[in-house]
């Protein structure tokens, strides 16, 4: 004789509950969970006058909502898990927090550090003749 009933739980918080005679009940839990950043994804450098995409991916239920803040200045950039900085220029150098929150309990805060280089100039230096000499008196 084996046990009279079953419990299932599913990732969602749908429990199952089956007897012996075939009855099935179901429950539905809402589970909360505090937010937090799964994954960031920073380019460390890029070129001045090039575009970057910084993206975060944050977990929770409710599900989380994103800010990008820049750290130095505090000026919210979005709010939305990826945040488009276009035509960037040394400026734009600096951290970029991505804060989740969700309402349950503290948010998550992950960091990108932007390095922007200087854009490469290509020129060519053309030189005729002779450098006139100078005396030194």
Known sequence: VGPSFYLTITQKGILSYFDRYSKVFKVTFFF??????????????????????LQCNATG??????????????????SD????????HRS??????????????????STCYLDVFCKSINSKVRVDGMPTPYQIA
């Open 92 to 109: 734009h150098t600096g951290i970029y927090q991505c804060h989740a929150w969700n309402g349950i309990g503290n948010s998550s805060i």
């Open 81 to 88: 898990d990826r945040l488009v900085l276009v035509d960037v």
């Open 32 to 53: 909360s969970v505090e937010a937090q950043v799964q994954a960031l994804h920073c380019p460390s450098s890029v070129t001045e006058g090039s575009s970057v995409n």
């Open 61 to 78: 239920n409710p599900s989380p909502n994103i800010t990008w803040i820049r750290q130095d200045t505090g000026i919210v950039f979005g």
